[in-house]
């Protein structure tokens, strides 16, 4: 059972908009529900089918004649969902525990990564994955802080591979984003460092949110 939900207008330069009209924004929905089962694979199958449900009510609300006549449902090799069809929009969708979320933009590329905030070993993780200025930014805090900082650092790097439904391990020690949000380094083949924006929002003192697209 749907506990909240909540959605976001996020516009062109990363900003929550109050417009409503998803041409000129990214839509972003995030749900938390009251439980999951507790086998891992029984719950994956469940959040996908929530976060997949969730990603129909939002295109249905704004895009109910080609949802239901023209467009349909893919999925890539790597697994990313995707809409075939005329003029479709971007989607992506994500899950941690009680929570899931999804984005469907008008960007050439969108990808949503959210995490329920909890305790890691940051100094592991910086020695492997972060770039300088990430692991700098990362390491000043302490506590619930820098477990918050080092959420923002993960899900704005996956928010970026499944824009483009590319392999996560294969990329993540190549692609570095300061604390403001701005890329500091990005394979070539992904574009260039000003082509991504990105909105990144703690939300409910509990989820991180990361959105980034391709303009």
Known sequence: MKIQQKTFHIDSKGNISDRLDIHEATRIDIAQFDHFSSNRKQRRDSQSLVARELLESSLQRYFPQSLNSSWAFNKSEAGKP?????????????????????????????????????????????KLVFHPEETKWILAASDRERDIHGLICWCRKEAIVKALGVSLSDVISTIAISAEGELIALPKEFGELSDWQFFTKVYSDRLVIAVAWKN
């Open 82 to 126: 995707f809409l075939s069809g005329k003029d479709v929009p971007s989607i992506s969708i994500s899950h941690s525990d009680d929570w899931c979320a999804c984005a469907v933009s008008t960007a050439s590329s969108v990808g949503i990564d959210v995490e329920v905030i909890r305790h890691q070993d940051w100094e592991s993780y910086c």
